[in-house]
Protein backbone atom coordinates (compact mmCIF):
# COMPACT_ATOMS: atom_id res chain seq x y z
CA UNK A 1 0.00 0.00 0.00
CA UNK A 2 1.27 3.32 -1.02
CA UNK A 3 0.25 6.34 0.86
CA UNK A 4 -1.40 9.44 -0.85
CA UNK A 5 -0.48 11.84 1.83
CA UNK A 6 2.09 13.77 2.12
CA UNK A 7 5.04 11.42 3.50
CA UNK A 8 8.79 9.96 4.44
CA UNK A 9 10.14 6.62 4.98
CA UNK A 10 13.16 5.14 6.50
CA UNK A 11 14.01 1.98 5.36
CA UNK A 12 16.29 -0.40 7.34
CA UNK A 13 18.01 -3.34 5.88
CA UNK A 14 21.04 -5.50 7.47
CA UNK A 15 24.37 -4.72 6.41
CA UNK A 16 25.44 -5.98 2.89
CA UNK A 17 21.55 -6.91 2.30
CA UNK A 18 20.03 -5.54 -1.27
CA UNK A 19 18.32 -2.30 -0.41
CA UNK A 20 14.46 -2.59 0.37
CA UNK A 21 12.50 -1.91 -2.98
CA UNK A 22 10.00 0.82 -2.20
CA UNK A 23 7.53 1.76 -4.44
CA UNK A 24 7.46 5.19 -6.07
CA UNK A 25 4.86 7.69 -4.64
CA UNK A 26 4.45 10.71 -5.81
CA UNK A 27 3.66 11.85 -2.50
CA UNK A 28 6.90 10.65 -0.82
CA UNK A 29 9.08 13.37 0.06
CA UNK A 30 12.14 11.60 0.97
CA UNK A 31 13.62 8.90 1.52
CA UNK A 32 16.47 7.62 4.16
CA UNK A 33 18.21 4.37 4.11
CA UNK A 34 20.19 2.69 6.88
CA UNK A 35 21.85 -0.68 7.36
CA UNK A 36 22.34 -2.22 10.79
CA UNK A 37 21.82 -5.43 12.47
CA UNK A 38 18.88 -6.41 14.54
CA UNK A 39 21.05 -6.59 17.60
CA UNK A 40 20.93 -4.79 21.28
CA UNK A 41 24.13 -5.56 22.10
CA UNK A 42 27.95 -5.48 20.58
CA UNK A 43 28.55 -8.53 19.18
CA UNK A 44 31.69 -9.55 16.77
CA UNK A 45 30.53 -8.86 13.48
CA UNK A 46 27.35 -7.15 14.10
CA UNK A 47 27.05 -3.38 13.34
CA UNK A 48 24.29 -1.83 15.75
CA UNK A 49 22.98 2.05 15.31
CA UNK A 50 25.44 4.56 15.79
CA UNK A 51 25.30 8.15 17.21
CA UNK A 52 25.67 9.55 14.10
CA UNK A 53 22.88 7.76 12.02
CA UNK A 54 20.71 8.45 15.32
CA UNK A 55 21.17 11.43 14.93
CA UNK A 56 20.79 11.27 10.91
CA UNK A 57 17.07 10.22 11.64
CA UNK A 58 16.21 12.90 13.89
CA UNK A 59 17.71 15.57 11.20
CA UNK A 60 15.68 14.21 8.36
CA UNK A 61 12.69 13.77 10.53
CA UNK A 62 13.28 17.50 11.14
CA UNK A 63 13.95 18.76 7.90
CA UNK A 64 10.71 17.37 6.56
CA UNK A 65 8.04 17.57 9.45
CA UNK A 66 6.31 20.73 8.60
CA UNK A 67 5.53 18.91 4.86
CA UNK A 68 4.99 15.90 6.04
CA UNK A 69 1.89 14.03 7.36
CA UNK A 70 3.57 10.66 7.95
CA UNK A 71 6.41 8.90 8.84
CA UNK A 72 6.95 5.23 7.31
CA UNK A 73 9.59 3.25 9.59
CA UNK A 74 10.21 -0.30 7.74
CA UNK A 75 12.67 -3.27 8.16
CA UNK A 76 13.20 -6.45 6.91
CA UNK A 77 10.82 -7.87 9.74
CA UNK A 78 8.91 -5.41 10.75
CA UNK A 79 8.74 -5.73 14.36
CA UNK A 80 11.94 -4.70 15.84
CA UNK A 81 14.34 -2.34 14.12
CA UNK A 82 11.27 -0.14 12.56
CA UNK A 83 9.31 0.10 15.62
CA UNK A 84 13.07 0.64 17.57
CA UNK A 85 13.40 4.12 15.27
CA UNK A 86 9.22 4.94 15.16
CA UNK A 87 8.76 4.84 19.08
CA UNK A 88 11.05 7.17 19.95
CA UNK A 89 10.00 9.61 17.35
CA UNK A 90 6.28 8.95 18.55
CA UNK A 91 7.36 10.08 21.64
CA UNK A 92 8.98 12.90 20.77
CA UNK A 93 6.45 14.94 17.86
CA UNK A 94 3.31 13.01 20.31
CA UNK A 95 4.56 12.50 23.62
CA UNK A 96 3.71 8.82 22.90
CA UNK A 97 4.66 5.59 22.20
CA UNK A 98 3.18 2.76 23.87
CA UNK A 99 1.39 1.56 21.27
CA UNK A 100 4.30 0.52 19.37
CA UNK A 101 5.30 -1.41 23.00
CA UNK A 102 1.69 -3.10 22.83
CA UNK A 103 1.67 -3.85 19.20
CA UNK A 104 5.13 -4.13 18.09
CA UNK A 105 9.04 -5.50 19.85
CA UNK A 106 11.14 -2.37 19.64
CA UNK A 107 14.89 -3.31 19.27
CA UNK A 108 15.84 -1.25 22.78
CA UNK A 109 19.49 -0.37 21.51
CA UNK A 110 17.84 1.35 18.77
CA UNK A 111 14.60 3.16 20.55
CA UNK A 112 17.55 4.46 23.08
CA UNK A 113 19.74 5.88 20.64
CA UNK A 114 17.11 7.66 18.78
CA UNK A 115 15.58 8.80 21.96
CA UNK A 116 18.50 10.33 22.53
CA UNK A 117 19.37 11.96 19.47
CA UNK A 118 15.68 13.64 19.82
CA UNK A 119 15.86 14.43 23.28
CA UNK A 120 17.33 17.86 22.28
CA UNK A 121 14.19 18.22 20.56
CA UNK A 122 11.73 17.45 23.28
CA UNK A 123 9.95 20.25 25.13
CA UNK A 124 10.48 19.85 28.85
CA UNK A 125 8.52 17.43 30.92
Not at 23 to 36: N, S
Request: charged letters at 20%; glycine letters at 4%.
Amino acid sequence: MVPEEPHIVISITDPGAPLAKIADAQARLDLLRLQFHDAETPQEGRILLSDQEAQAVIAFVNQHKEASRLIVCQCEGGISRSAGVAAPLSRWLQSDDADFFRHFQPNRHVYEKVLQAARSQMPPA
